[in-house]
């Protein structure tokens, strides 16, 4: 019998999760798989820096317009698929199809032009006519994608990897990545997965940064469908969108993205200015007071930090020695869209690895 492996990954968010789950679906050796992090799906409490739990979790698809894009693009199209399997499988997993309407004042021409792989395996994809856009819009589209509960969704990976996988999970503050070969000896590949890109002799990536997303969870009318999310972009380049989360998750209106903003509170200026936003996009969303006042019933307010990477989302291989690393981080506001596709090309780079090397 062959020796068994053992696989770590560092980091329990999304895209740490998902490659732990493609791996343990796909990869047939015999081998252990463990994660270390210092927040997992199921603390009592989440803190901003654990960017997973937060997201509102939607897939819109973007223009590729370099090739880190078209990388990236190719591996949401992987988490799409995926999910449409998860959505009818395993509804549990909060995974959902609904309509996505995408408003855009000025649209750029890549987006005009349906370019760069923007409409490439999306299904029901049109453009909308004009009589259908609000005013102030000048271009519309519209097509059937996922969203899903956050919380939930990470929720039912650490389970699944937990209970059918045997992944072991252990609770740790990681201060570089060669501390981490020192602490576990048989380490035999470890995948880096922590969001800013921890390095072998500690620090972050220097190429990495964040961006700060505030959002607000409302409760919506009780006759709300909860069957499509929406995004819209402003002249000066705002973002505002709606997404609902299954299994009775509320919905997300948000946002900000505030590059290299580090408050980890809530900011009342940000909450006024979404509420002022939300107001004239998404009505619907209201409630009605006793005397006619129009409201969103605010569950709560959301801050989390994207990490986000100058050149992309890296995803390859590092080696120190007889150290093996497989990056896997950087995914800014893309951590879901990416997830499964990403840890699918983690494991492709480990089987590269293994039918290279003996590691």
């Given at each position: 019998?062959?020796?068994?492996?053992?696989?770590?990954?560092?980091?329990?968010?999304?895209?740490?999760?998902?490659?732990?789950?493609?791996?343990?679906?796909?990869?047939?050796?015999?081998?252990?798989?463990?994660?270390?992090?210092?927040?997992?799906?199921?603390?009592?409490?989440?803190?901003?820096?654990?960017?997973?739990?937060?997201?509102?979790?939607?897939?819109?698809?973007?223009?590729?317009?370099?090739?880190?894009?078209?990388?990236?693009?190719?591996?949401?199209?992987?988490?799409?698929?995926?999910?449409?399997?998860?959505?009818?499988?395993?509804?549990?997993?909060?995974?959902?199809?609904?309509?996505?309407?995408?408003?855009?004042?000025?649209?750029?021409?890549?987006?005009?032009?349906?370019?760069?792989?923007?409409?490439?395996?999306?299904?029901?994809?049109?453009?909308?006519?004009?009589?259908?856009?609000?005013?102030?819009?000048?271009?519309?589209?519209?097509?059937?994608?996922?969203?899903?509960?956050?919380?939930?969704?990470?929720?039912?990976?650490?389970?699944k990897l937990k209970m059918q996988y045997n992944v072991q999970f252990?609770?740790?503050?990681?201060?570089?990545?060669?501390?981490?070969?020192?602490?576990?000896?048989?380490?035999?590949?470890?995948?880096?997965?922590?969001?800013?890109?921890?390095?072998?002799?500690?620090?972050?990536?220097?190429?990495?940064?964040?961006?700060?997303?505030?959002?607000?969870?409302?409760?919506?009318?009780?006759?709300?469908?909860?069957?499509?999310?929406?995004?819209?972009?402003?002249?000066?380049?705002?973002?505002?969108?709606?997404?609902?989360?299954?299994?009775?998750?509320?919905?997300?209106?948000?946002?900000?993205?505030?590059?290299?903003?580090?408050?980890?509170?809530?900011?009342?200026?940000?909450?006024?200015?979404?509420?002022?936003?939300?107001?004239?996009?998404?009505?619907?969303?209201?409630?009605?007071?006793?005397?006619?006042?129009?409201?969103?019933?605010?569950?709560?307010?959301?801050?989390?930090?994207?990490?986000?990477?100058?050149?992309?989302?890296?995803?390859?291989?590092?080696?120190?020695?007889?150290?093996?690393?497989?990056?896997?981080?950087?995914?800014?506001?893309?951590?879901?869209?990416?997830?499964?596709?990403?840890?699918?090309?983690?494991?492709?780079?480990?089987?590269?690895?293994?039918?290279?090397?003996?590691?």
């Open positions: 019998m062959s020796e068994q492996k053992h696989i770590v990954i560092v980091g329990a968010g999304v895209i740490g999760l998902s490659a732990a789950l493609a791996i343990s679906e796909h990869l047939t050796i015999p081998h252990k798989l463990t994660i270390i992090a210092s927040h997992f799906p199921d603390d009592k409490v989440y803190v901003p820096e654990y960017t997973s739990p937060w997201a509102g979790a939607h897939f819109r698809p973007q223009p590729a317009t370099n090739e880190a894009q078209r990388r990236e693009a190719k591996m949401t199209r992987v988490t799409q698929a995926y999910f449409k399997k998860l959505a009818e499988t395993n509804p549990e997993s909060s995974v959902k199809f609904v309509e996505a309407i995408e408003y855009f004042d000025e649209p750029s021409e890549d987006y005009l032009n349906c370019s760069g792989g923007y409409s490439q395996d999306i299904e029901n994809f049109h453009i909308l006519s004009d009589h259908d856009l609000p005013p102030g819009v000048t271009f519309g589209t519209s097509y059937t994608a996922w969203v899903l509960n956050a919380p939930l969704y990470i929720q039912f990976l650490q389970r252990v609770k740790a503050k990681i201060n570089s990545l060669k501390n981490l070969f020192h602490r576990i000896e048989d380490c035999s590949v470890l995948i880096n997965c922590t969001g800013k890109g921890l390095q072998y002799h500690g620090g972050y990536d220097h190429k990495s940064f964040s961006i700060r997303g505030q959002t607000l969870l409302v409760r919506p009318p009780k006759e709300y469908a909860m069957d499509k999310t929406i995004t819209h972009q402003s002249k000066n380049g705002e973002w505002t969108f709606c997404i609902p989360r299954p299994l009775y998750g509320g919905v997300i209106i948000g946002g900000t993205k505030q590059v290299n903003d580090n408050r980890s509170q809530p900011r009342e200026r940000d909450s006024i200015d979404i509420i002022k936003r939300a107001r004239e996009l998404f009505p619907e969303l209201m409630k009605t007071k006793g005397r006619g006042e129009k409201y969103f019933d605010v569950e709560r307010v959301n801050v989390g930090f994207r990490p986000a990477r100058k050149e992309g989302f890296k995803v390859e291989i590092e080696n120190h020695g007889d150290s093996v690393i497989i990056h896997a981080y950087g995914a800014g506001g893309m951590g879901y869209e990416l997830s499964y596709g990403a840890g699918m090309k983690v494991y492709e780079l480990m089987s590269q690895l293994l039918t290279r090397t003996r590691l």
